[in-house]
């Protein structure tokens, strides 16, 4: 409250895939995704460079399919990592900002949490059932003390139905 809106923010980059066992194409598949990315923030009038991430995925993914359904599944453990310009555009307090109960803040560059996550796909014919559910903790992220921190840990979760062309 009484500080400035976040602005959309979209983030780019190159993803190395390496692969423990299985392949992109196979069924059941371990896998590490190292994806480094640079974030940009726009209001739609002017666009600015934000930091960057680095958040290692690993992930493990499991496929069957009888007759007449397919079933998709993967459970992904992540580390999260970012620039102090990233942290800082979510977490940071400018002094013009400050308050009594919020204080001026500078995040730094670091650690940013971990997430756990599960998702689970069914398809027959042109239909698609699917949902996740995702945990993530920023307890021990490098901008946990920010004022802006309310919570340590999240519990997220959503669903999907898809008609496939």
Do not use: C
């Amino acid at each position: 409250e009484g500080m400035d809106d976040v602005d959309f923010l979209g983030e780019a980059g190159p993803a190395l895939h390496y692969y423990f066992r299985g392949d992109r194409n196979n069924d059941n598949a371990l896998f590490l995704v190292l994806p480094l990315r640079s974030a940009i923030s726009t209001d739609f009038t002017s666009a600015a460079f934000r930091g960057a991430t680095f958040n290692p995925v690993l992930n493990w993914r499991h496929s069957y399919r009888s007759k007449q359904l397919e079933v998709r599944s993967q459970l992904s453990t992540e580390v999260r990592s970012a620039t102090a310009a990233y942290h800082d555009y979510f977490y940071g307090v400018e002094q013009k900002f400050a308050t009594t109960e919020r204080a001026q803040y500078s995040a730094g560059s670091g650690f940013g949490g971990y997430g756990v996550s599960y998702s689970l796909a069914l398809i027959r014919d042109h239909y698609l059932a699917a949902g996740f559910l995702r945990y993530v903790d920023v307890s021990a992220a490098d901008f946990a003390d920010s004022p802006l921190v309310r919570q340590n840990t999240n519990l997220v979760f959503g669903v999907a139905l898809v008609y496939l062309f």
